[in-house]
């Protein structure tokens, strides 16, 4: 068994197997999970965490799961134990998820293990091997609906246990906020264990290590590659911890360079904005380069669509240019000047608009943070895809039974 300074292993989270749709991004999630399977390999860590997210969806294509399988097998094959949680995308309401199939074979362990006494939550630990770190930990569901697990936990036995604790966490930390995601639902640091060693957190896409008194290190290592447009903005790549000695080296997962051009488009016309865009990547290459075009203003005159991007997209793929994006939601004509949510994403648009009409009907034994909660929930429930080879009545089954658990009754 090891002491806590000989132990070396990394912390993974967010990986999004299969969350580009796009024929040129489809494998770059799978390429990025190699890449830092291939980097823990080198490192030769003891062990890795996988702190929720793993797919994009609780039933991940057949051509994701058999990369990400031949991936785990090449862990296995070389002793290098790998723990999860399921997090918000890789879990499903209907308790049907890929990660039991996966887990089953012996590919990782699922750490949150536990039992449920007198309405409480008792988890209790998985003890790695070769370290004998002692891991456990919390899964993620849509829209933080985890966080009533949390209220329910038993923490004694968790805070009185001794040796090296690892907790793994799926959910964001009102503390540790960023001052850009206020509208995510986070929860206080308080209904966390005390006395871990370290806090394997995922769910927020942030790079960041922090320390809090009682706590030890909480970490969120960020997406391995970024799912967005805003993410590749600002993010630019993706990376995970590696923890040795108990300090952190984060390792950024270099695939393609990011090009970024912001074009203020106040008082200007499609015609202008169109020339200003390709006197800007006239002298320039983009090769192995995701280019990302972002607009912002109020148009003088014309709308977005009269801007000619078939012809800048083509002048940047001849330049070697990888992928071409847009965003233009932050782009306005002065017929729209007086809208009245002011948001540069569709989610921020959803949360907005979701935020202005809470309260209106009266939900018995619900505050108004459940109620946003379940609204969110039931809006992700509702928009779920039929699966491959799903058939309709099944496909209706599947989306009443995950409505029946989200609104806790029985849909006919």
């Known amino acids: 068994m090891f002491g806590e300074g000989n132990m070396k292993f990394a912390h993974l989270a967010d990986c999004h197997i299969g969350s580009w749709r796009d024929p040129k991004l489809k494998d770059i999630s799978t390429i990025a999970f190699q890449k830092a399977i291939d980097k823990c390999m080198e490192e030769n860590v003891d062990f890795i965490l996988i702190s929720g997210d793993l797919f994009n969806t609780s039933l991940p294509r057949i051509d994701n799961l058999k990369k990400v399988v031949s991936i785990l097998k090449q862990l296995k094959d070389k002793n290098i134990p790998v723990y999860i949680i399921p997090g918000s995308h890789d879990y499903s309401p209907s308790g049907k998820t890929m990660l039991d199939v996966l887990e089953q074979a012996g590919l990782f362990v699922n750490v949150v293990k536990g039992e449920e006494i007198d309405g409480k939550l008792k988890l209790s630990f998985t003890i790695d091997q070769k370290t004998g770190a002692k891991i456990t930990g919390m899964l993620g ?15 004694e036995n968790l805070e009185q246990e001794q040796g090296y604790k690892i907790f793994m966490l799926h959910s964001g930390i009102d503390e540790l906020k960023p001052e850009d995601q206020q509208n995510i639902i986070t929860q206080p640091i308080s209904l966390l264990p005390k006395n871990f060693n370290y806090y394997a957190a995922g769910h927020v896409h942030i790079v960041k290590e ?46 393609f360079n990011i090009n970024k051009l912001i074009i203020d488009c106040n008082q200007k016309n499609p015609e202008q904005i169109c020339d200003e865009i390709i006197n800007e990547i006239k002298d320039k290459e983009f090769i192995n380069t995701i280019v990302l075009i972002r ?12 801007i000619d991007f078939k012809d800048i997209f083509q002048k940047l793929y001849d330049k070697s240019a990888y992928f071409v994006m847009k965003n233009t939601n932050a782009l306005t004509t002065k017929e729209f000047e007086e809208i009245k949510i002011d948001t540069k994403s569709t989610e921020d648009a959803e949360a907005a608009i979701i935020k202005e009409h809470l309260g209106q009907i009266k939900l018995k034994n619900m505050d108004i943070e459940k109620e946003e909660a379940l609204i969110k929930a039931l809006m992700q429930t509702l928009s779920t895809e039929k699966q491959e080879g799903e058939t309709n009545p099944d496909f209706e089954k599947r989306v009443k039974d995950e409505v029946s658990k989200v609104l806790d009754v029985d849909v006919k």
């Open 141 to 155: 569901k849509r829209y933080s609906l985890e966080k009533e697990y949390y209220k329910n936990l038993i923490l």
């Open 210 to 255: 922090t320390k809090i008194e009682g706590y030890g290190t909480i970490a969120y290592p960020g997406p391995l590659f970024p799912n967005s447009f805003s993410e590749l903005e600002k993010l630019e790549t993706g990376g995970f911890y590696i923890v040795e000695d108990n300090n952190l080296t984060w390792h950024p997962i270099q695939i």
């Open 295 to 306: 607009l912002h203003g109020s148009l003088v005159s014309g709308k977005p669509y009269d």
